[in-house]
């Protein structure tokens, strides 16, 4: 299965076109999205990284705990979309929607370390590339609204409830994190 073959179905999918094609929606197609999942893990260092940097750039990155954190954070989804589907009987959508999903985000993190990864590189200052970068993040929450829409067939207020629940659940695993002072 090619990337642009992928991306094109995230792009189908966003755009309300037919998405179908463009992903194995098959039982291997699940465990082989989590491919992208994995793939979050070093963009999100390229994020943390950034973080560093910007804050303090003689400052050594605990690349243990900020691995465990990313690993949570990208699991949560999986986990809520399997208790929305079955509290809300869409079983047969939960694999659909987590492919689909798992693929989105790649792309999504990947334009996120894009952005900060050229002000690592000296190209941009940090200022701009964390505006871009937040307002990417920020559009996660319009892409979970869409997917849960669109591909595990919510309704409008029911996707918005996902949507803003996933978001939840990510940002209170961070939050979790933070508190414990773990990184």
């Given at each position: 299965?090619s990337?642009v073959r992928i ?8 755009n ?6 463009g992903?194995d929606?098959?039982p291997r ?8 999942v994995?793939?979050y893990?070093p963009?999100?260092l ?6 560093v ?9 605990p ?6 954190t990313?690993?949570?954070i990208a ?5 809520i979309?399997?208790?929305l589907?079955?509290l809300?009987?869409?079983m047969?959508r939960?694999r ?8 989105t985000?790649?792309f999504?993190y990947?334009?996120?370390a ?15 590339a964390y ?5 990417l ?5 319009a ?6 829409w669109?591909?595990?067939?919510f309704?409008?207020?029911?996707a918005?409830?996902?949507g803003i629940?996933?978001?939840a659940a ?14």
């Open positions: 299965m990337l991306f094109n179905g995230v792009v189908n999918a966003l309300g076109k037919p998405w179908e094609d992903f929606l098959s197609g699940l465990p082989r999205s989590f491919i992208a994995a793939a893990i963009l999100g390229i994020a943390a990284r950034a973080a940097k910007y804050n303090d750039n003689t400052a050594s990155m690349y243990g705990p900020i691995v465990i990313l690993g949570l699991l949560t989804f999986p986990l979309a399997y208790v589907c079955m809300f009987d869409k047969d939960f659909p929607w987590v492919i689909v999903r798992n693929w985000f790649l999504a990947a334009l996120i894009a952005s900060l990864g050229l002000y690592l590189l000296g190209m941009l200052p940090f200022f701009p505006v871009v970068a937040l307002t993040y920020i559009c996660t929450l892409i979970d609204v869409r997917l849960a669109r591909i595990a067939g309704d409008w207020m029911g918005v409830f996902a629940l996933i978001s990510t940002m209170m695993v961070l939050s979790l994190v933070i508190s414990q002072n773990i990184t």
